[in-house]
């Protein structure tokens, strides 16, 4: 396991624009697939958006579709959740989640189980 951190929460009227990034703390190895997780008041963690290692290739929960994008940066190995749109029932602790270990297979994954990393999360909060 490692410890991911997560940056760029906060406060944002309804329709505005965060930027989330996720990095590993003092480990410069990739990960494999990585994906953004979010857990709302009195809500179970849902998965919000992965993407593979290479970046390639990216998977969204319906509700963000169109709104959000992932992406990483290999070279800075870094995640970035760009969130557009904002709406307030996307308020939420949002969580990193990475692969770091190779299990016999790649892609992009959408259950918490097929991650071995996760952050402490980030607060973003959407006023209406």
């Known amino acids: 396991q490692v410890q991911l951190v997560e940056s760029g929460g906060g406060l944002v009227q309804a329709g505005g624009s965060l930027r989330l990034s996720c990095a590993p703390s003092g480990r410069t190895v990739s990960a494999y697939a990585m994906a953004w997780f979010r857990q709302g008041p009195g809500k179970e963690r849902e998965f919000v958006a992965g993407v593979s290692r290479s970046g390639g290739n990216t998977d969204y929960a319906d509700s963000v579709n169109g709104r959000f994008t992932i992406s990483r940066d290999n070279a800075k190995n870094t995640l970035y959740l760009q969130m557009n749109s904002l709406k307030p029932e996307d308020t939420a602790i949002y969580y990193c989640?990475?692969?770091?270990?190779?299990?016999?297979?790649?892609?992009?994954?959408?259950?918490?189980?097929?991650?071995?990393?996760w952050g402490q999360g980030t607060q973003v909060t959407v006023s209406s």
């Open positions: 989640a990475a692969r770091m270990t190779y299990y016999g297979t790649t892609g992009v994954y959408r259950d918490r189980g097929s991650f071995d990393s």
